[in-house]
């Protein structure tokens, strides 16, 4: 069965640090990946999708970064972190290609920037 | 670009009753997929249930049903026999199908309370 592991569960930085978000897939092969925050009772936005190893695309242009370096691996990182960037981010897994069956995710990251 | 609009922020049902979330979307897309996804107080998303734009049969799992007007862009979700279980934020979320790579647009979510 696939799976989907994502860590740290909670993280506190200080503003102008360094982040690094893992999130890696078992079970499955060529998956398409996603990271999206969720800010306070609000919905997702969708941040970064990968369909492929070293393929990331962009929605939201900001101080975050993403990279796939392996097929199964996704990474959110910043060099410098913001206020702005506290939320609740959320990995997720898809089948790819043209079969649709929707989202799995992964347990989040409660991120607080301090 | 698609919207998803979700104008209950809050509900309540007692536990046992029915209760009935709406959704409204924007696209002008033909083939698509539309889901309902369930956030409880862990926070753990999971999906509840989805619906093919290209089949006029409504989906169906367990207590969850939604009800599917294409031509009036609505997709609401009943849940039927409440538990307390059922508490949680939902999301209704839409997804092109194509190249785009899966992308989903959710909404702003429903929080509905189940009372004992």
């Known amino acids: 069965s696939q799976t989907i592991h994502q860590w740290p569960a909670t993280l506190v930085q200080p503003v102008g640090s360094p982040l690094s978000l893992e999130c890696t897939v078992e079970g499955t092969s060529n998956p398409n990946l996603y990271w999206y925050r969720q800010a306070a009772g609000r919905g997702l936005q969708l941040l970064f999708y990968?369909?492929?190893?070293?393929?990331i695309s962009s929605e939201v242009p900001q101080n975050l970064s993403a990279s796939r370096p392996q097929d199964r691996q996704f990474i959110l990182s910043s060099k410098k972190l913001l206020l702005s960037d506290s939320g609740f981010y959320l990995c997720?897994?898809?089948?790819?290609?043209?079969?649709?069956?929707?989202?799995?995710f992964g347990s989040g990251t409660r991120l607080t920037v301090v | 670009a698609q919207t998803v609009t979700q104008s209950q922020p809050e509900m309540s049902v007692q536990e046992a009753e029915t209760v009935t979330l709406s959704c409204t979307y924007d696209t002008s897309e033909n083939n698509y997929y539309l889901f309902w996804y369930k956030q409880p107080p862990s926070r753990q998303m999971i999906l509840v249930i989805r619906q093919e734009a290209y089949k006029q049969q409504n989906a169906t799992e367990n207590r969850f049903s939604v009800n599917f007007q294409k031509a009036a862009k609505s997709f609401s979700l009943k849940i039927s026999d409440s538990q307390l279980g059922d508490t949680a934020m939902y999301f209704c979320a839409f997804m092109k199908i194509g190249t785009n790579a899966g992308k989903s647009t959710f909404g702003d979510g429903t929080t509905l309370t189940v009372k004992p």
């Open positions: 997720a897994w898809s089948v790819g290609g043209l079969r649709v069956y929707g989202y799995t």
């Open positions: 990968s369909v492929g190893i070293g393929q």
